[in-house]
């Protein structure tokens, strides 16, 4: 069965500065789907970032980037220019075609002024 | 486009009355996903449902719950009776059908049995 670890449960930043948040999975499918969700304190999943497996490419999103290490099955997300808005807990999530997400225990961000 | 709507926000019931949440995905989206997030068990998958049709109800629990999609833009998760172990935020999620990978989420309804 597939896995989702996020070792950091709890991190911090400064506004303005640059955090990176941990993921790795677990799968023996070459073919599937990463996200990062944030979950803001209104408790609404908000979609922040996917990746395709099969893309090379990181994805970007404005702020918010990728490090996705296929063979080392490890997914970070970047916030760069942190801003107070982006506290929240943030999810990483495994998918794979139309099935359900797997989702990691969650890092809770908090940003300071 | 109006997202994923989830109806009640809140519910407060006491230990042993039947529970209904409902769910309105996204219009054209053919999947439709049951999440519960709790504190010891973080986010799982209750059900899903493609075109209607239940695909994967391996998540449910126990035979108090139970979920139907009578049509394409309504579904609900019945809780009967509830337990106060069943108090967690219960989400409805989406997705279209080329790929349908990624997942968009409602609100979420916040449920407390007492």
């Known amino acids: 069965a597939q896995t989702v670890t996020q070792s950091q449960p709890e991190m911090s930043v400064q506004e303005a500065e640059t955090v990176t948040l941990s993921c790795t999975y677990d799968?023996?499918?070459?073919?599937?789907?990463l996200f990062w969700y944030k979950q803001p304190p209104s408790r609404q999943m908000i979609l922040v970032i996917r990746?395709?497996?099969?893309?090379?490419q990181n994805a970007t999103e404005n702020r918010f980037s990728v490090n996705f290490q296929k063979a080392a099955k490890s997914f970070s997300l970047k916030i760069s220019d942190s801003q107070l808005g982006d506290a929240a807990m943030y999810f990483c999530?495994?998918?794979?075609?139309?099935?359900?997400?797997?989702f990691g225990q969650g890092t809770r961000l908090t940003i300071n002024p | 486009d109006a997202g994923v709507i989830q109806s009640p926000r809140h519910e407060v019931t006491e230990m042993g009355q039947e529970v209904t949440l409902r769910c309105k995905p996204i219009?054209?989206?053919?999947?439709l996903f049951w999440y519960r997030q709790t504190m010891m068990r973080g986010l799982e998958l209750l059900i899903y449902?493609?075109?209607?049709?239940?695909?994967?109800d391996s998540g449910m629990p126990e035979d108090r719950f139970s979920a139907k999609m009578p049509n394409a833009s309504f579904s609900t998760l019945k809780i009967q009776p509830s337990e106060p172990r069943d108090s967690a935020v219960y989400f409805c999620?989406?997705?279209?059908?080329?790929?349908?990978?990624?997942?968009?989420f409602g609100p979420g309804t916040r449920l407390l049995v007492l």
């Open positions: 999620a989406s997705s279209p059908p080329t790929g349908g990978e990624t997942q968009y």
């Open positions: 799968t023996s499918e070459s073919d599937y789907y």
């Open positions: 990746q395709e497996a099969y893309k090379q």
């Open positions: 999530a495994y998918g794979r075609g139309a099935q359900k997400l797997v």
């Open positions: 219009s054209g989206h053919d999947y």
């Open positions: 449902f493609n075109n209607n049709v239940p695909i994967d």
